[in-house]
């Protein structure tokens, strides 16, 4: 049975705010966790808030280390 969790607006943003890089420019940022976990939109926005690129990788790349290096 899929579950799911609300992520209020107001805490991703406060979140996304109060990062120690907030506007620091960013050239790439690897978007490392699941797209099914919470913490990914931290990723994915403080990302789109610099305009950084973001770079998604497979899942079989991300679980092998050195292919993910390469």
Do not use: Y
Not at 17 to 35: I, V, Y
Not at 55 to 68: N, Q, W
């Amino acid at each position: 049975m899929p579950k799911g969790v609300e992520m209020p607006h107001s805490s991703l943003m406060n979140l996304i705010c109060s990062s120690p890089e907030c506007g620091a420019p960013k050239r790439r940022t690897l978007q490392f966790t699941t797209l099914n976990f919470d913490v990914s939109f931290q990723e994915l926005f403080s990302c789109w808030r610099d305009g950084g690129l973001l770079m998604l990788v497979r899942e079989e790349i991300r679980a092998d280390f050195s292919e993910l290096l390469d």
